[in-house]
């Protein structure tokens, strides 16, 4: 699990993906870290990844996600978590938003979640200052926390096919702060001091993912 607890809203489009007929689409699987806790709920949620099973992933579908190769108009929800920060800068027009959309069907919807960047310092900035650090290391594979407003001011209008709704909560998972540690600590990924003032915050003060935010996209009937 990712985010929790995640919204009625969300819950109860899962709900109708549950059905023998539903499909549920997750865009940047991953190793299912949103996505199998989603069993539970009667959902077979089919994951998509750029890396296969053999990298660690549960993608069924191996394949980018800036063009999903799945048919438009299938899906009752397609969710996107912790994925949208990390593509935007390859296309800072989010045009891939508008081939998601075209996934759902009538009546369905699609979910994005993210972590809200915290304003100020403790436990939430550091898991903030902790991203920032991972994406100056990864450009290439990761972007910085993106607030919901920054969302909402150049990506929610509302379209002729659907509607942005958005919601904020406290994410009451806590992250792994030893496993964070070791990360800093190890040889790898040390680079100069930053690692290291990162590393003594977290003991001194703590990590939190702090709030989280989600955008729920609904397509309107034909
Ligand atoms: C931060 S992980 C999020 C995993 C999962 N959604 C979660 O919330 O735990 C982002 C995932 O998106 C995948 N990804 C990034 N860019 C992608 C792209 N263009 N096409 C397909 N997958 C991509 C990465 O391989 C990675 O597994």
Known sequence: MSFSPLPNLFLEYLERAGGPTGRLLDL???DGSFFLPLLHSGVRPVGIDRRGPAAGT???VVGD???PPVLRGSQDVVVAANLFRHIISDDPLARFLDQWQ??????GALFLFEDEP?????PAG????LQSFLCRLMPEARGPLLARSEFENSFGAPASAGCWEFGTCKNELAPDRDAV????????LTSGGEAARLSRAIEQEGLAYG???WACWRRNAE
């Open 28 to 30: 940047g699987c991953g």
């Open 58 to 60: 549960v993608a069924a």
């Open 65 to 67: 996600v800036h063009q």
């Open 102 to 107: 075209q996934l759902v069907k009538p009546h």
């Open 118 to 122: 915290a304003r100020g310092p403790g």
């Open 126 to 129: 550091n898991y903030r200052d």
């Open 181 to 188: 540690r070791r990360m800093l600590e190890g040889g790898g």
């Open 211 to 213: 709030d989280f935010w």
